[in-house]
Each structure stands twice: as structure tokens, then as C-alpha cells.
């Protein structure tokens, strides 16, 4: 268990904002999204420098092909042109990519530039990248069930390690700090499983705007925290 004043090893992040950032902006949402993604190079770098382990980041979330196809269809045009532009600096970088969630709902050119951009730095172990796109916390715990079923798992069997080792993060350890930005105080589906004793931070910081100095604040606010898991505070006497 880790403890108080301890680095957050696993950091997921809801990079939220990016419209609005655009709006404000009089540009269409679509430079937000562009913005957002140097965003996340950014921050890859920072959580690398400050020897963040797993970074997980909200991309694309199941509930997103709501939105009026246009913006859909940029978004996939973007994530493409991303991985070309940005996959050689991620390897030289040390990062290692890993897709988590639906693959089968995108285009073949999208699973194969993912397929490809997981290959190449397979090796790489500096800081594992976590791209959820396509995900939802409620998939994730769905397509745990189903895989355990299909793997012949018996009921009384199935323990939470047991499905756990089922989910899309089973190869990473919970995240520590959830941090959302753009304002929003809320989940939207993501790491539903994964996050029962993570800390939140909420920041009004548009995700294209986040930087070095919104991300050391959110690990000064994590490691103020105290985390108990449940338990009590080692400091304070146990009834005998
Ligand atoms: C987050 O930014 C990026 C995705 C959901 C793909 P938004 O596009 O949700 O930005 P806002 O919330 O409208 O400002
Ligand atoms: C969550 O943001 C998903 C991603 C950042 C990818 P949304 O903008 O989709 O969430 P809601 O709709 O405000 O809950
Ligand atoms: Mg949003």
C-alpha cells in the first residue's frame, strides 16, 4: 500500500475541454482535438520526468460516436495522423503504447496503425502509454465477463482477481490519481473497475492548456491525500 506522500505510480487523465478550448477560440472543435493531442506529448514527457510508471488517458470514450459525424470522422482522422507523426518520438521517447478498449467498432486502417504502433514499442519500458479509445468502464467490465465465461471460469470461482485478470488494464496496477480536466466533476465511464480507491482531481484547465504546472499540482494535491483503503490511519490507536 503506498504511502502518504508517495508518488502516484499509475496516473489516468480525462483530457477534457478541447471544444470549448476551440470555442474560445472562435476556431472549430477540431483544432482543440489538434491541440489536445501535442497536449499529450507534452504530458508524457512530464509524467516520464517525474518517473510516472503507467499513464492511462481518455481519448475516445464509447458513449463519443454520439456526436455529429463530422467531428467523429476528424477525431479518426487525427488519431491517424498522430500515430505517423508521433509514433518514432514515443519509441525514442522509451514509451510503450497500449490500445485499451473495442477495436472492433474502428476502421481497418485505425486497428492496423494500433496493431503497429503497439508493435514497435512492445520493448520499450519507461513509462507505459494506456490510449483508451473506444472504452468504457461498463464495456470493460462486460467483455471481462464474457472472456472469464468463455475461458470455461466456474461461478464460484470467480473472484475479483479472477475477473480483474480478465479487464483491458489487467497487465497494470489500479491508477492512484484520476485526474479530469475541463471542469467537469463527473466519471463519464471510464476505469469504472479499476478506479475504486483512486484519488480524483478535478481541474478547470482546459486539456489543451495542460501543462507541467496543472499536472505538479494534482500530484502535490495526491500526495497530500491520505489513503486508508478502508482501513484506519496507522497513527491512530486501534481499540484493544
Ligand atoms: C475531450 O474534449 C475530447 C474527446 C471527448 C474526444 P471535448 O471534445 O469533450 O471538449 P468539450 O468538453 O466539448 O470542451
Ligand atoms: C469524456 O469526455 C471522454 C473523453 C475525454 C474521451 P466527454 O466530454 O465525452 O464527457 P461528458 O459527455 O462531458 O460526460
Ligand atoms: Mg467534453
Partial sequence: MPDKGAKPRHIAI???GNGRWAK???LPRFFGHKAGVDSLVRVVQACIDRNVEQLTVFAFSSENWKRPSDEVSGLMGLVLAAVSKYLARMGAMGVQIRIVGDRDAVSDKLRKAWNEAERVTAHNHKLVLNVAFNYGGRWDIVQA?????AAGVPAESLTESRL?????????PDPDLFIRTGGEVRISNFLLWQAAYTEFVFSDCLWPDFGEKELDAAIAAYRERDRRFGGVKAEEPQPC
Fill in 164 to 172: 480483474n485478470e480478465f479487464m483491458a488494464m489487467s497487465h497494470a
Fill in 24 to 26: 474560445k477560440r472562435f
Fill in 145 to 149: 465477463c464474457r472472456k472469464a465465461i
Fill in 14 to 16: 480525462v483530457m477534457d
